[in-house]
């Protein structure tokens, strides 16, 4: 794979945060993006201690540079003080941009980065893409290692991921002193991942932990907030028919969650690939939504009555329904859901992800190659 590759992500003019779990490239395209900006990098433990003991450094160094119009602050979790002073600056030096990245928006939400609501705008950072990729994409190595920038260019992908969720658990969980308990942390990571891709039942998740409910709801609210994981919601908007109202479950990367996920003889191969593409559909819509100009939301569809559909995406750019299958065969009744949901709402478009090698339309389902559909999934540009 070439040293660098072009990213989707378009920064704005304004100040920013910029969201993105770890390994994900955000400091990388920066410093291709801006490389004039000055840089405070927060993971470097000499700049963190002067910037934790006086938050307020941060107006001394723009004030002593003044032909310097951008600065990047790296991890600005990790000294939430400093957003104050940010605050400040965004108001008093409206010719500047401040460019805030994130692996965790936890001590933000805490710290006060709501101060800076509507000055600064919120954008995410997400895996690879497979368009980004281009001809570097593999469908089988992205199910089994994933498209974060830091594992795809790794050697040894498998003790990448080892080490890449150790750094989490270390420097993310443990020193930030998120739980009490980082073993009960770890299994709970290892339970969750028998959920990627289904709904989500915290009763039987605290009952696998062996943990109360309450610990569970918490431990979801910091992987969500470290970004390693997501909720997809219910899509009810005119709903016709008694609906389900507990969201999915997501981690947000295929490799991750393969590496998670423990294996044995009980366990189906088939099954688990079959939710590692899923998920690998899932992280590509949503990176398509937040790099997409229009304000576009992803759900999924489930009623009470069975009736189910992977992935609904509506907004300001249209109106789809997806449906994802492990198989290179189109079967009818893998399109029935689709059906149910075409009936109930004629506007959207429908479309059947599957393994095979031919586009088709079936039914009036336009089915596609996953492998092919990934690779013209740009942002503002539905693939047709």
Known sequence: MKEFTERFFCAPKDSLFIFGPRGTGKTTWLQKTFPDAYVVDLLDDKIFRNHVAHPERIKEIVKANPQT?????????????????????????????????????????RGGVNLLAGRALLTHFHPFMAAELGKDFSLETSLKNGLIPLIVSANAPDKALEAYIALYMKE????????????????????????????????????????????????????????????????????????????????FDAGVYRHLRPKGPLDSPDEIGGMALEGLVFQHLRAWCDYSDGQMDCYFWRTRGGSEVDFVLYGEQGFYAIEVKNTEQIHPKSLRSLKTFKSDYPEAQTLFLYRGSEKLMVDDILCWPVDLFLLHLKPDRWPS
């Open 69 to 109: 119009k951008r600065y990047v602050i790296d991890e600005i979790q990790k000294v939430p003080a400093m957003l104050d002073s940010i605050h400040g600056l965004i108001e008093n030096y409206t010719t500047h941009q401040f460019i805030l990245t994130g692996s965790s928006a936890r001590k933000l939400r």
């Open 172 to 251: 993310e969980v443990k020193e930030e002193g998120l739980v009490r308990n980082i073993g009960a942390f770890a299994r709970f990571l290892e339970v969750i991942s028998f959920s990627h891709g289904s709904v989500l039942n915290v009763s039987n998740i605290a009952r696998e932990c062996q943990v109360k409910r309450k610990v569970v709801d918490n431990y979801l609210s910091i992987i969500e907030d470290l970004l390693l994981g997501y909720k997809l919601p219910v899509f009810t908007r005119r709903a016709k028919r008694a609906m389900t109202m507990q969201p999915k479950f997501y981690v």
